[in-house]
Each structure stands twice: as C-alpha cells, then as structure tokens.
C-alpha cells in the first residue's frame, strides 16, 4: 500500500523501456513507500504536450512530478522563446494550483552548445526565480547511445540522478499573477466528443490513450459549444496512415499523418498555427484520405492496402482567467450548526463576496444525523454539488459528548479515511471545520484528537475552535456574535484548503460507505412526499400505520442504518428481513418539530425488506408544545450500507 505516487513526465527519453525510470522503479518504491508511474511522449515537442499534460497529470494525480522537459530535438528547428517559456510556466501552474510537489532534471543531448542554449538559460532563469528544484545534467562518456538515448549505464546514472531529486521535489508557491498571461491549454479527447465509435489505442512509454478509428474516405464532425480556437491534433501514425483533410471554419488543410518512421505504430502530433492565431471555430471536421503516402521507409515494405487512420485528440487554448477560469466552489457538510439559516456559512459568504469573488460557498446542514451516518451521504453529495473542495463540519455531533474507547475511535478513524477516498477519487479538496459543544470532556475528546491525527497524516487543512460559552445560546448553536466568529474561522479554513492538496494516501483499504435513496429503490406501499428543513431537500417513502410497505434494492447490500423522519406524527417502526424483525425509535422530546435522523440496526445483508408504522402512541413527553395524538406516519429518505 503506497504512501505516495510519483509520476515522471517527459518525452522519449522517459518513454525508454526500461529507461532509466525502469532501473529507478524498484528503488524508488522501497525509499518512499510509492507507487512511480511515468508518461513519456516520445516524438512530439514542447509546444505540443502543453496541450496534453494537463489531463495526463489529472489522469494519475501524483503527488510528487518530475518534469523532464528538455530533451526534444526543438532546438533544431524553433526558436520562439516567448512560446517556450508558455509552455514551460503552464507545467508549473497545472502543479501548484493542484499541490502537486514538483522537481526538473535537464537530461542532455550531443547537439546542444550548452554554453549558448536558450533552453538552459531559459530553465536557469524561471526555476532561479520562482524556486523550483531543478538539474542540469552534463555530458558525461558512455551515457548515450546517440543524440540523447541512454546506453544501459546510461539509464542506471540517470535513474540516481532521478533517485536524488525526487525527495528535492516541492509544493510551488508562486504569485499566481506570474501566470496571467499563459493560456489555458487543453485537448478534446474524440472518444469523448465521438462516443460509439470503433477505437485504436496506442500505448508507448507509458502513455496510453485512444484514438477515433476514421477508414479511408470516412468523415467524423465535432460541434464546439461554446466555440473555440482550433490549435491542433493528435493522430495515429503508421504503416497504414495518410493524408488528413481538416476543415475548421475558415481554416482548411490538408496533414500528412505518415513519414519514414511508419514501419511501426505511435501518436503524431500536429500544430495548426494559423489555428492559435484565428479566431473561434464552433466545429471541426476530418476526413482520411484514400491515397497511399508516397514517402519511403526507413526500413522495412510500405503496406498498400486502403488507409485507416485514427485522429486522438482536438488542441484548443483559452485566455487564462485565474484557477479553472472560475470561482472554486466549497461545499460545507455538517448538522444542525451548519444547517441555521442565516449561519455562520451564509455569514461567511457574504464575507467571500467581498473580499473572496473567486470562493463560492455552498452548504448541506442536516440536523439529527451523526457522523456515522452522514459518511453514506458523502459521495452522493460530491458527485451532485460538485464542490472543488469539501468541508466537513461532523464534531458538533452528541455522540462526541460520550466516552471514549477502542470501537469509537476506529469508527471515527473510518468516516475520515472513507471521506479521503472519495475525495481522492473525485478530485475534491478537504477541509475539517471542528467546532465546540457543551459536554465534552476536554480530558479525553478523542473526536478532536482522532481528527488532528488523521489530518496530519493525510496533509489536510483544519481549524479547531475552543469552547466559549458565552459564543453560544444552547449546548451548539451559535448566537450572531458566535456565527461571526465561525464565519471567520471558516474563511481561514477555505483560504488553508485552496492552497493544500491533501496526502492521498495509505487509503486502498479504507471502508465505503454508500445509500440508496428513495428514488433509487423499487417501492410498493406507501405515498411519496418531500421533506424539508434549512434548505436540505429529500424524497420521503411516507409509511402510514396500518401498512406493510415492500421496499426492493438494487443489489443485495449489508444493510446498516435507515435515515429516517423525526416528528409530531412518527413513532416506532418495525422493519422485517425473512423472518427477522428490527425496531426502530423514531420520536424524542424534541418532535415538536419535524427533522430527519440515522437510525443503526443490525447490520444484514439483502435485497429487500418490510417495513411498517407501529400505531401507538409514543410514551416521551415534548419539551414544549402539545403532543400530536392523531396516526401515526413513519418516513425513510435513504437506506444505509457498506460496500463489502
């Protein structure tokens, strides 16, 4: 189980197998406790993987990057060093804007006067400036095998170079205003934009990606909505290509994707510049030409048969706008604290709308849930909201009020490692936003202590207020001093969370957690109706008294819990697996009010159950108001599991 995974990114060099990242793998591993994986794109240069690095590294999502940059031959035919130094700094924003820790090794190459390359000097000057790790490594005798491939001592001298710089690699704190005028560059991929259609994938040096089959005479078209700058393309290249015909609004031409080298299958990668200087397109269209490339091989018999060529990738390019050309959106998840409305979040956005425009502050607060119940929820409300980053607001729970021991503490443990898969796996940021209640023990608050151990190990952002009575108007809420006073903390909190991707890590055996809500399951009994409180929206399965109501899952899950309604009309719900019966509590002092809540039972695994409203009438006295003696009406919103 690794700690960390380091990617090497570069070009052919990189892609040698095994190369020297080959001969550094095992070692690597063993010393940092990390899975290494590399993307070498041998053949293109510089000012074509600017277009596709970005989705490379949101592919593999390291956590350290070593950049080899240098080693194309471009020096041999550009020299435009203003586009250059683009694609160089557009590397180091895709690193810092994702907390990626970042190093460059400048391997050499036999045709470079180093004491009048501009590359170097160009290296020298950004990595002097802005603080990133960087090598250049001198000619030595015997390391290449021509003018930049390695020999095998060659790679082994090589791969301790690469063991040296990586624990050298760091977190880039750049002014992003250094980055203003560097576009966005990015690639369309056509399996993407051209679902359905037969596919070839190429998969050299570690870079493995797919390509749109296109038959000779064959033509594929690709709307643009919003329209926009046509700077490119990858295409297949081998024994079998030709000639491409491209249409791009006024742009027209015609791309030989075959030279003396297509005895062999790669990726070809083409620059329109006529393209990056004009203006949008709203679409593209490409047609394989039937005709047989006149070229001769280097080595090996031309194959004559009728032309398949495949294209991979549309390069387009945006001004840059700041961070994802939008506002980052946070989403805070918590209980009754965060649902208040107006709180301390709402309060907080206002602040962000002043002094943060580019922080969109959202919020899902649902009272009466514990943390072992909201865990379930978490990934529904990721791929729903879509946050950038997501903060959990889970210690005001009862629950922390309680003793500590061994269960407790590793259920806890549980709800923070399976709320880092998830947002591992979606790309989100985490931020841990504990807040005080009345009742705990200061002595022994192994909530707060599980979670500052758990956030130092996985490197995430967390601020812990100390309780201050007179900041609240029961044993949690907030009064309007109070709500100011966490709209702040929260505001540190989200600014600490921009600025940090956690440590990902040692998380391959962390617990899932997932739900089925009603809508999801198959229903007969029962009426639909919607719940509602502080703004969080639910379909309820309404379980009126009298009623057995049938509820069948998708798949058979291990059942663990039930949210359910809490109010003036609920009681006490049985629910029947086979023969097994399960009661549930659903009223307290408290149901003056309607709410939701988790309700644990015996774990069980099925597919489905019975469920019904008990008619009697609850014995718990209200702590105010007149209790509701009508009949009685269960309600479930979604129903628990564990993935096993």
Request: net charge neutral; aromatic share 8%.
């Given at each position: 189980?690794?700690?960390?995974?380091?990617?090497?990114l570069g070009?052919s060099?990189t892609?040698?197998?095994?190369?020297?990242?080959?001969v550094?793998?095992?070692?690597?591993?063993?010393?940092?406790?990390?899975?290494v994986?590399?993307?070498?794109?041998?053949?293109?240069?510089?000012?074509?993987?600017?277009y596709?690095?970005?989705?490379?590294?949101?592919e593999?999502?390291?956590?350290?990057?070593?950049?080899?940059?240098?080693?194309?031959?471009?020096?041999?035919?550009?020299?435009?060093?203003?586009?250059?130094?683009l694609?160089?700094l557009?590397?180091?924003?895709?690193?810092?804007e994702?907390?990626?820790?970042?190093?460059?090794?400048?391997?050499?190459?036999t045709?470079?006067?180093?004491?009048?390359?501009?590359?170097?000097?160009?290296?020298?000057?950004?990595?002097?400036?802005?603080?990133?790790?960087?090598?250049?490594?001198?000619?030595?005798?015997?390391?290449?095998?021509?003018?930049?491939h390695?020999?095998?001592?060659g790679?082994?001298?090589?791969?301790?170079?690469?063991?040296?710089?990586?624990p050298?690699?760091?977190?880039?704190?750049?002014?992003?205003?250094?980055?203003?005028?560097?576009?966005?560059?990015?690639?369309?991929?056509?399996?993407?934009?051209?679902?359905?259609?037969?596919?070839?994938?190429?998969?050299?040096?570690?870079y493995?990606t797919?390509?749109?089959?296109?038959?000779?005479?064959?033509?594929?078209?690709?709307?643009?909505?919003?329209?926009?700058?046509?700077?490119?393309?990858?295409?297949?290249?081998?024994?079998?290509?030709?000639?491409?015909?491209?249409?791009?609004?006024?742009?027209?031409?015609?791309q030989?994707?075959?030279?003396?080298?297509?005895?062999?299958?790669?990726?070809g990668?083409?620059?329109?510049?006529?393209?990056?200087?004009?203006?949008?397109?709203?679409?593209?269209?490409?047609?394989?030409?039937?005709?047989?490339?006149?070229?001769?091989?280097?080595?090996?018999?031309?194959?004559?048969?009728?032309?398949?060529?495949?294209?991979g990738?549309?390069?387009?390019?945006?001004?840059?706008?700041?961070?994802?050309?939008?506002?980052?959106?946070?989403?805070?998840?918590?209980?009754?604290?965060?649902?208040?409305?107006?709180?301390?979040?709402?309060?907080?956005?206002?602040?962000?709308?002043?002094?943060?425009?580019?922080?969109?502050?959202?919020?899902?607060?649902?009272?009466?849930?514990?943390?072992?119940?909201?865990?379930?929820?978490?990934?529904?409300?990721?791929?729903?909201?879509?946050?950038?980053?997501?903060?959990?607001?889970?210690?005001?729970?009862?629950?922390?009020?309680?003793?500590?021991?061994?269960?407790?503490?590793?259920?806890?443990?549980?709800?923070?490692?399976?709320?880092?898969?998830?947002c591992?796996?979606?790309?989100?940021?985490?931020g841990?936003?504990?807040?005080?209640?009345?009742?705990?023990?200061?002595?022994?608050?192994?909530?707060?202590?599980?979670?500052?151990?758990?956030?130092?190990?996985?490197?995430v952002p967390?601020?812990?207020?100390?309780?201050?009575?007179?900041?609240?108007?029961?044993?949690?809420?907030?009064?309007?001093?109070?709500?100011?006073?966490?709209?702040?903390?929260?505001?540190?909190?989200?600014?600490?969370?921009?600025?940090?991707?956690?440590?990902?890590?040692?998380?391959?055996?962390?617990?899932?957690?997932?739900?089925?809500?009603?809508?999801?399951?198959?229903?007969?009994?029962?009426?639909?109706?919607?719940?509602?409180r502080?703004?969080?929206?639910?379909?309820?399965?309404?379980?009126?008294?009298?009623?057995?109501?049938?509820?069948?899952?998708?798949?058979?899950?291990?059942?663990?819990?039930?949210?359910?309604?809490?109010?003036?009309?609920?009681?006490?719900?049985?629910?029947q697996?086979?023969?097994?019966?399960?009661?549930?509590?659903?009223?307290?002092?408290?149901?003056y009010?309607?709410?939701?809540?988790g309700?644990?039972?015996?774990?069980?695994?099925?597919?489905?159950?019975?469920?019904?409203q008990?008619?009697?009438?609850?014995?718990?006295?209200?702590?105010?108001?007149?209790?509701?003696?009508?009949?009685?009406?269960?309600?479930?919103?979604?129903?628990?599991?564990e993935?096993?």
């Amino acid at each position: 189980m690794a700690d960390e995974k380091i990617l090497v990114l570069g070009f052919s060099v990189t892609a040698e197998r095994p190369g020297f990242v080959g001969v550094a793998k095992e070692e690597l591993e063993r010393r940092f406790n990390a899975e290494v994986v590399k993307a070498g794109l041998g053949g293109l240069q510089p000012y074509h993987s600017r277009y596709l690095f970005p989705q490379i590294i949101d592919e593999h999502d390291p956590d350290i990057l070593i950049l080899d940059h240098a080693t194309p031959a471009f020096r041999n035919f550009y020299n435009d060093q203003e586009d250059y130094r683009l694609s160089l700094l557009s590397v180091l924003r895709e690193c810092q804007e994702r907390g990626i820790r970042m190093a460059m090794i400048d391997f050499p190459r036999t045709d470079v006067d180093y004491k009048n390359d501009w590359v170097s000097k160009c290296h020298d000057l950004i990595c002097g400036m802005l603080d990133v790790p960087y090598r250049r490594v001198d000619l030595k005798e015997g390391v290449l095998r021509d003018e930049v491939h390695t020999t095998e001592y060659g790679s082994r001298f090589y791969a301790d170079i690469l063991l040296e710089m990586v624990p050298q690699a760091r977190e880039l704190d750049i002014d992003p205003s250094y980055f203003a005028d560097v576009p966005r560059y990015d690639a369309l991929r056509m399996v993407d934009a051209l679902p359905g259609r037969p596919v070839h994938t190429v998969d050299r040096g570690g870079y493995r990606t797919d390509l749109v089959r296109l038959p000779a005479g064959e033509t594929v078209n690709v709307r643009f909505d919003p329209p926009r700058k046509f700077c490119g393309f990858t295409a297949l290249m081998g024994p079998r290509t030709g000639a491409l015909e491209i249409k791009a609004g006024p742009i027209k031409r015609r791309q030989v994707s075959y030279d003396q080298f297509c005895y062999y299958e790669r990726m070809g990668a083409f620059v329109v510049n006529e393209g990056i200087k004009g203006p949008k397109v709203d679409g593209i269209s490409v047609t394989q030409s039937s005709e047989i490339p006149t070229i001769d091989l280097l080595k090996g018999e031309k194959n004559t048969d009728s032309r398949i060529g495949a294209i991979g990738h549309i390069f387009t390019e945006r001004p840059s706008l700041g961070r994802k050309d939008s506002k980052m959106k946070f989403l805070v998840f918590g209980f009754s604290v965060t649902g208040e409305v107006p709180g301390y979040v709402e309060k907080c956005a206002e602040i962000c709308a002043d002094s943060r425009p580019d922080y969109e502050v959202t919020k899902i607060g649902i009272g009466g849930l514990q943390p072992n119940h909201a865990r379930h929820l978490v990934d529904a409300f990721l791929r729903s909201e879509k946050p950038d980053a997501l903060i959990i607001e889970f210690s005001t729970a009862a629950y922390r009020t309680q003793n500590s021991n061994d269960y407790r503490i590793k259920e806890q443990q549980a709800t923070l490692q399976s709320i880092l898969r998830l947002c591992k796996e979606n790309k989100v940021r985490l931020g841990v936003l504990d807040l005080p209640l009345t009742g705990v023990n200061p002595d022994d608050d192994w909530v707060a202590d599980t979670n500052r151990a758990i956030c130092k190990k996985h490197r995430v952002p967390r601020v812990e207020l100390d309780l201050k009575p007179e900041l609240l108007w029961d044993n949690v809420h907030p009064t309007d001093e109070g709500k100011e006073v966490y709209a702040k903390a929260l505001l540190g909190l989200l600014d600490k969370v921009n600025k940090t991707k956690p440590l990902f890590r040692g998380l391959t055996k962390a617990r899932k957690f997932s739900a089925y809500a009603i809508p999801e399951v198959d229903v007969k009994g029962g009426f639909m109706r919607e719940f509602s409180r502080h703004g969080y929206v639910a379909d309820m399965l309404a379980v009126p008294e009298g009623q057995n109501v049938t509820v069948t899952l998708p798949k058979e899950v291990k059942m663990t819990a039930l949210i359910v309604g809490i109010g003036p009309k609920s009681s006490m719900m049985v629910f029947q697996i086979g023969k097994e019966n399960q009661i549930l509590q659903c009223f307290d002092q408290f149901c003056y009010y309607e709410r939701v809540g988790g309700r644990s039972f015996t774990p069980v695994t099925t597919d489905k159950f019975v469920v019904a409203q008990s008619a009697k009438l609850p014995e718990t006295e209200l702590l105010k108001g007149v209790k509701d003696t009508g009949p009685r009406t269960g309600g479930i919103t979604h129903i628990l599991y564990e993935e096993e």
